[in-house]
């Protein structure tokens, strides 16, 4: 069964510091990685997403994830953080095959100071 | 277009009683997936459905909880004897095609469940 770990469930950065978010998984066979964010009382929304066709995945709003296999992680980047990037992140990952559920890490919640 | 929708936004009930939550994916997705999200969590899956049938209901928690999808659009999910620990916001999300792990699910708003 996969399953993903993100570290860190509070990050607090400046207004225009590096984001980092970070999400390591747990797997036998190489998944499909998402992190996705939610902002207060809307819907999760898909921010980007590993499907093996590239390491290095841009996603919206400047956000990008680099799957790196032999440390079993999926860190979440944005160079510059901006205030309308202060939102609740999930890791998620699924299965290759006959394996579409996602299971998701347990968040981490951005605050950016102004 | 219009993207997943869930009614209601919250419901409140007592212990005991029997609740549904419905869920209208975006048209033309053949699965249908609902989550639960307990409070500091992220969300567990509960039940997936490809057209009318239920794929995979390893997630419900016991057979108080049952979910339709009768005409492979709507959903239901019905959770009886509800419980104290039941409280939690219910997400529900489509997918195109469901039939590979790497489709992009979208998520409705959520139903808040608060159980007195």
């Known amino acids: 069964a996969q399953s993903v770990t993100q570290l860190g469930s509070h990050v607090s950065v400046s207004e225009g510091a590096l984001v980092l978010l970070r999400c390591n998984y747990s797997s036998s066979v190489p998944p499909y990685l998402f992190w996705y964010v939610q902002y207060p009382n809307q819907g999760l929304q898909l921010l980007l997403k590993?499907?093996?066709?590239?390491?290095l995945v841009k996603g919206i709003n400047g956000f990008e994830a680099e799957f790196k296999k032999s440390e079993t992680s999926f860190h979440l980047t944005k160079p510059s953080a901006h205030m309308s990037d202060a939102a609740e992140y999930f890791c998620?990952?699924?299965?290759?095959?006959?394996?579409?559920?996602?299971?998701f890490g347990a968040g981490t919640t951005v605050t950016v100071r102004a | 277009g219009a993207g997943v929708s869930q009614t209601p936004s919250n419901k409140v009930t007592e212990k005991g009683k029997y609740v549904e939550l419905r869920c209208d994916p975006i048209s033309g997705h053949t699965a249908l997936y609902w989550y639960r999200q307990s409070l500091g969590q992220g969300p567990e899956f509960l039940i997936y459905?490809?057209?009318?049938?239920?794929?995979?209901d390893s997630g419900l928690p016991n057979d108080r909880f049952f979910a339709v999808r009768p005409e492979g659009s709507v959903s239901t999910l019905k959770i009886q004897r509800t419980e104290r620990g039941d409280s939690a916001v219910y997400l529900c999300?489509?997918?195109?095609?469901?039939?590979?792990?790497?489709?992009?699910?979208?998520f409705g708003p959520g139903t808040r469940l608060t159980v007195l």
């Open positions: 459905f490809q057209g009318t049938g239920a794929a995979d």
């Open positions: 590993y499907t093996s066709a590239a390491t």
């Open positions: 999300a489509s997918s195109l095609l469901g039939i590979t792990g790497g489709d992009e699910q979208f």
């Open positions: 998620a990952v699924s299965g290759r095959s006959n394996d579409y559920k996602l299971s």
